[in-house]
């Protein structure tokens, strides 16, 4: 549809996205690339009800099964991604959706074994979704999105240097 549609209204100022890419065919991921469409993650479902993804898991199989939340495959195409939460649905707090997406884990006993390793991203890549990527998303990357004079923004002071801690915490 999207494809149609930018053949149909002409040159437009449009930034199309999906969003919630639980589960990926991989054929499809070089034409996010292709048409320009952002890849709108909530990185905190993929973990977020372990029960419902290891339900689904057992319905796709194992091939299929690894296309679920494909973000550092996104990433690795160079296709434009930004995060949310979808809240009120799922929790808001992006410093969870940062977590899962750089760890594939929400408990000690998960982060032995992590969920699609595979599909991990670093702490720069999960701070920039949830930051530049969706001010991005919503044509808001000039007012908002990064420190830059000009810029509004919204502060969080943490008593911890997130890149000068192990991944894990």
């Known amino acids: 549809s999207t494809q149609s549609t930018g053949k149909e209204n002409g040159p437009k100022q449009r930034r199309h996205h999906i969003a919630h890419l639980q589960l990926v065919n991989p054929k499809e991921i070089k034409r996010f690339k292709e048409l320009d469409v952002i890849a709108n993650f909530q990185p905190i479902w ?15 199989g194992e091939e299929r099964e690894q296309w ?35 760890n594939h884990a929400f408990s000690h006993e998960q982060h032995q074994n992590p969920w699609h390793p595979h599909q991990r991203i670093t702490l720069h890549e999960a701070i920039y979704g949830y930051t ?15 420190i830059s004079v000009g810029k509004a923004a919204d502060f969080v002071i943490l008593d911890t240097n997130l890149f000068s801690v192990d991944a894990s915490q």
């Open 132 to 146: 530049m990527g969706s001010s991005y998303v919503n044509f808001m990357e000039d007012t908002m999105g990064s």
């Open 68 to 102: 679920q939340y494909p973000i550092r495959t996104f990433i690795q195409n160079g296709i434009k991604y930004c995060f949310g939460s979808d809240w009120y649905v799922s929790p808001y707090d992006p410093i969870q959706g940062i977590h899962v997406a750089v």
């Open 46 to 60: 993929c973990l977020s009800n372990s029960d419902a993804v290891k339900f689904a898991s057992s319905y796709l």
